[in-house]
């Protein structure tokens, strides 16, 4: 009984809805009035949620983790790009470089690398310039989606009307396994040749 109520809670914090857009589906997170625009094959893992401040959607090459915390005296850009390479440090990713995302209405503070298997990692600070939230956006993707990712964090918004901040439409759809493969293959025989002429 008690694992249905928690269902039913879980189910009711993060609503799916979908957009006109043949492309992309509005996912809203009704507990903090965020919204933000996505492929519309995401689905939701409600077993995933331990405590009311997470949330995750999965699509079939590309995974997003949300975590909402409170602005405080030490939410300043200094300590939030050195949170941003801790997480990194924390999931041994590799080739990591400092960026910035541009998202109506946030301050945001992003780290881009490489994860242990290969895929690629954004991890995104977005600071409220109207409200107490911060939003720690982690989004785990294959190598050809990542204007994709980019797009969906920048239609993060936060409102009452629960619609994602206006961008331009995504100039490409989420990269399939076999696609993203053939890239990280001509990626290795590159750095391959590269290493060769070096030596």
């Not at 249905?4 to 492309?23: D, E, F, G, H």
């Not at 918004?157 to 890239?183: C, F, I, L």
Request: with cysteine.
């Amino acid at each position: 009984m008690m694992n249905y109520k928690r269902l039913l809670l879980l189910l009711a914090m993060l609503t799916v809805t979908a957009a006109s857009s043949m492309w992309a589906r509005v996912y809203t997170w009704d507990q903090f009035d965020i919204a933000f625009e996505g492929p519309d094959d995401g689905f939701v893992p409600f077993v995933f949620f331990q405590d009311p401040n997470s949330a995750q959607v999965e699509w079939e090459d590309m995974l997003m983790t949300l975590q909402h915390y409170v602005k405080n005296e030490n939410t300043t850009k200094d300590n939030l790009n050195e949170t941003l390479k801790s997480r990194a440090l924390g999931f041994n990713m590799y080739d990591t470089k400092l960026f910035t995302i541009k998202v109506k209405g946030f301050k945001c503070y992003s780290l881009e690398g490489t994860m242990p298997d290969g895929s690629r990692c954004i991890i995104s600070y977005l600071v409220s310039d109207k409200t107490t939230t911060v939003l720690e956006v982690i989004v785990n993707y294959l190598l050809g989606n990542r204007e994709v990712v980019e797009d969906m964090i920048k239609s993060f918004s936060e409102n009452n009307n629960q619609k994602p901040n206006e961008r331009e439409k995504p100039k490409q759809k989420v990269q399939d396994k076999k696609d993203a493969e053939r890239q990280e293959e001509e990626l290795r025989k590159a750095r391959e040749l590269e290493n060769a002429v070096e030596c």
